[in-house]
């Protein structure tokens, strides 16, 4: 995925960005933890980023 999001950068475009989740962890605290990320990030600071979660770990 990296890869592709530099192409995809690359050719001036963008992405609101991009959230990788651990499938192996608790759906439940997987969602609490992307609506307070919601709640806490300001308008644009995850464009053209990938973030894996759980952030705290």
Same mark, same amino acid.
């Given at each position: 995925?990296? /890869? =592709? +999001?530099?192409? =995809?950068?690359?050719? @001036?475009r =963008? #992405?609101?960005? !991009?959230? #990788?989740?651990? !499938? $192996? /962890? @608790?759906?439940?605290? %997987? &969602? %609490?933890? +992307? !609506?307070?990320?919601?709640?806490? $990030?300001?308008? =644009?600071?995850?464009?053209?980023?990938?973030?894996? +979660?759980? &952030? $705290?770990?």
């Amino acid at each position: 995925m990296p /890869k =592709h +999001l530099a192409d =995809h950068l690359a050719e @001036n475009r =963008h #992405v609101p960005g !991009i959230f #990788v989740i651990d !499938i $192996s /962890k @608790n759906i439940g605290e %997987t &969602l %609490t933890e +992307l !609506i307070v990320i919601a709640g806490a $990030s300001f308008p =644009h600071e995850y464009q053209d980023r990938i973030e894996y +979660l759980p &952030l $705290s770990e």
